[in-house]
């Protein structure tokens, strides 16, 4: 069932949190609770990075990629954010196109941080700087919509956690798919017993692709390398064009920074945050996870060292994989590269596979005859009516309650994406503490659990 959410007021939000405040919240999250300053203007937005995954009209005309434009529905973006000054120019004039005021624009994302007329964040940057923007912006007093996946580390998860609570603020992980009408019902048929006992589950995410020996050139004049790299070793910029790819070349950057270790996981942690994250759901272990991690088969386009790539002139993330992880009552979760994009979910009484186009299996074609009961797909999303996945941030945001793609569930399907890239770059397999957080037995691979930040760049808490 779906429904369109009303446009949230200030007044509204307002309104809707009260109530819940002094019953409800921790004292760090009561100031969030009581809402926006003025009761007569909607939620005001702030976007930090305007590439791709905001708006595909940033370098071409078809926008029908990206999230962005439906977040004017719910709120006014104010200020814009991006290194990359031409997608900076070109954020400011789509969002004039959409609400009919340029906004503000940045290309140092702390002033949108420090701003205090910004009352949500809209995160679409690199990998690898999602966690400290979104842990300053919570700290900062917003809430926060973060495209996928929410962290470039297992660490970084656990501190976004840590500010989640200790601050009260509503943070919705962009993974769409917990919003996809047919994804939720693959979890209802679950939770209804229609598959019998889990047993075994397959993500089929998709290999990622390789790249010739990418020259050292020099940073356009419109782009802040620098800034771009943040967190991440600073190296030379890398790009030559000519690439059969979204973004026509390949590089250390815009779009292809996906297929760096260094920014990024790979399809582990691309496509793996999405189909991960239904598998994690749909296995009931949102609050846990794998015991062991097996790499039984990975390849790399270059040659590794102690987990590190020997050379950076090329993509370096895996290329193939079949990589089986195992939780403690014996459920295995399967990531390959060679099958249908997707999620297998086996059973004891039956089996269903459910992808962005099709939910199809024996136990579908038995709903004709037997439907799930009334509000079974209402109850696994948490009990609230099935909507737009950003429409359900907003109402998150107006209510206080928590959104479906949360943080804390986010980080424990992510860490088994990030587990599954650590056992692939030590090449063995890894036995994991879901409770202490923690590898065992492997100094080596525990310390790809967390990363140094670069100096000047490092999370604050």
């Known amino acids: ?21 002094a019953a409800s919240l921790c004292p760090g999250a009561v100031r969030r609770a009581l809402g926006f300053e003025s009761a007569n203007e909607r939620p005001r937005i702030g976007v930090i990075g305007c590439g791709v995954r905001w708006d595909k009209r940033v370098f071409a005309a078809d926008g029908r990629y990206g999230v962005g434009k439906e977040f004017p529905k719910f709120g006014d973006i104010i200020s ?29 994302y702390r002033k949108i941080i420090d701003d205090p007329r910004v009352d949500v964040v809209h995160i679409s940057t690199p990998d690898h700087w999602h966690a400290k923007i979104a842990i300053e912006a919570m700290l900062a007093g917003k809430d926060v919509y973060c495209e996928k996946p929410m962290t470039l580390t297992i660490d970084e998860g656990r501190l976004l956690c840590e500010a989640c ?34 047993v075994r589950v397959l993500c089929g995410i998709g290999g990622a692709p390789v790249s010739p020996e ?51 996981g790979g399809k582990l942690t691309d496509w793996g945050a999405h189909h991960v994250d239904i598998a994690t759901w749909g296995m009931d ?21 102690d987990g590190y790539p020997k050379v950076d002139n090329a993509y370096n993330t895996a290329t193939k994989f079949h990589i089986k992880a195992i939780y403690h009552d014996g ?39 037997n439907p799930l009961p009334d509000g079974a797909m209402e109850a696994v999303y948490k009990g609230r009516e099935l909507t737009d996945h950003v429409a359900n941030f907003f109402a998150a945001v107006a209510s206080r309650q928590e959104p479906i793609s949360d943080v804390f569930s986010h980080h424990r399907a992510l860490t088994t994406c990030h587990l599954a890239g650590i056992a692939a770059r030590v090449g063995r397999k890894i036995r994991w503490d879901p409770d202490q957080e923690q590898v065992i037995g492997d100094p080596l691979a525990q310390s790809l659990v967390a990363r140094e930040k670069r100096q000047r760049f490092e999370i604050e808490m």
Not at 235 to 248: K, L, S
């Open 1 to 21: 069932m779906t429904h369109n959410v009303p446009s949230i007021t200030r007044r509204s939000a307002l309104q809707a949190s009260v109530g819940l405040a």
């Open 80 to 108: 814009v954010c991006d290194v990359d000054a031409n997608r900076l120019a070109r954020a400011k004039d789509i969002v004039q196109g959409w609400l009919g005021k340029a906004p503000d624009s940045a290309s140092d």
């Open 165 to 198: 609570r200790k601050t009260g603020a509503v943070m919705q992980v962009g993974t769409q798919q917990r919003s996809a009408p047919q994804f939720v019902k693959a979890i209802a048929m679950i939770r209804d017993g229609r598959l019998g006992k889990l």
């Open 214 to 264: 990418i020259p050292v050139a020099t940073p356009p004049r419109h782009f802040d390398w620098d800034r771009w790299l943040g967190p991440a070793p600073r190296v030379d910029y890398r790009f030559q064009a000519g690439a059969p790819n979204i973004i026509q070349s390949w590089s250390r950057t815009h779009y292809e920074f996906r297929w760096w270790y260094e920014y990024s």
């Open 285 to 305: 272990k949102t609050d846990t996870g794998p015991i062991s991690v097996d790499p039984i088969m990975v390849e790399h386009p270059v040659e590794f060292q």
């Open 331 to 369: 459920v295995e979760l399967i990531l390959r590269h060679d099958t249908d994009n997707g999620i297998l979910f086996e059973g004891t009484e039956g089996r269903i596979f459910v992808n962005r186009g099709k939910l199809v299996g024996k136990p579908v074609e038995d709903l004709a005859s």
